[in-house]
T-cell receptor
Framework: GAVVSQHPSWVICKSGTSVKIECRSL??????MFWYRQFPKQSLMLMAT?????????EQGVEKDKFLINHASLTLSTLTVTSAHPEDSSFYIC??????????????FGPGTRLTVL | SQQGEEDPQALSIQEGENATMNCSYK?????LQWYRQNSGRGLVHLIL?????REKHSGRLRVTLDTSKKSSSLLITASRAADTASYFC???????????FGAGTTVTVRA
């Protein structure tokens, strides 16, 4: 099956620093990747849609200048949390869209990145 | 934005029993998917049911979809301790295929 990796799996940083998280589709090409955030004991909230070769589209309430997304190739999307604050501490999960037929899309999820901002 | 709601929020059962959880949604969908998440881990895709399907099976899993009621159910038969996890439904919209996740059901299977 399709595999999506994330790096790092966990990161601890100081308040005010920036953190980059990578999402890679290992055995398929993904023109679209998605970034989600999950707070403890809550569900996944879609943050943004990352499209290869174009600007990401952000969900309402998500600051695009704070969460920078770059989808430079068909297998890599990066999320940079800029000037991180403790309230940004969360579990960040990416997914890659696999369009296995013209009508059906299936997202394959990465293992997640635990971000802790001190 | 969240469009799915799940119930119950939590479920505790004895090993060997069946577990049923429900998901309701609000808008038209292309498909509905169920995922499992172990504590602090990523999502595992369990099953996808298309909007024109009514029931689907995969091993010990049975999923139903009622588009007239905008609801779905996930049944896990003969539960095992390893089934302990949070289960989420996610709907893919008809127009853009973004996934909206339900609040999830936390299932605890007691040995």
């Amino acid at each position: 099956g399709a595999v999506v990796s994330q790096h790092p799996s966990w990161v601890i940083c100081k308040s005010g620093t920036s953190v980059k998280i990578e999402c890679r589709s290992l055995d398929f090409q993904a023109t679209t990747m998605f970034w989600y955030r999950q707070f403890p004991k809550q569900s996944l909230m879609l943050m943004a849609t990352s499209n290869e070769g174009s600007k990401a589209t952000y969900e309402q309430g998500v600051e695009k200048d704070k969460f920078l997304i770059n989808h430079a190739s068909l297998t890599l999307s990066t999320l940079t949390v800029t000037s991180a604050h403790p309230e940004d501490s969360s579990f960040y999960i990416c997914s890659a869209d696999s369009r296995w037929d013209s009508l059906m899309h299936e997202q394959f999820f990465g293992p997640g990145t635990r971000l802790t901002v001190l | 934005s969240q469009q799915g709601e799940e119930d119950p929020q939590a479920l505790s059962i004895q090993e060997g029993e069946n577990a049923t959880m429900n998901c309701s949604y609000k808008t038209s969908i292309n498909n509905l998917q169920w995922y499992r998440q172990n504590s602090g881990r990523g999502l595992v895709h369990l099953i996808l049911i298309r909007s024109n399907e009514r029931e689907k099976h995969s091993g010990r899993l049975r999923v139903t979809l009622d588009t007239s009621k905008k609801s779905s159910s996930l049944l896990i038969t003969a539960s095992r301790a390893a089934d302990t996890a949070s289960y989420f439904c996610a709907t893919a919209r008809s127009n853009d295929y973004k996934l909206s996740f339900g609040a999830g059901t936390t299932v605890t299977v007691r040995a």
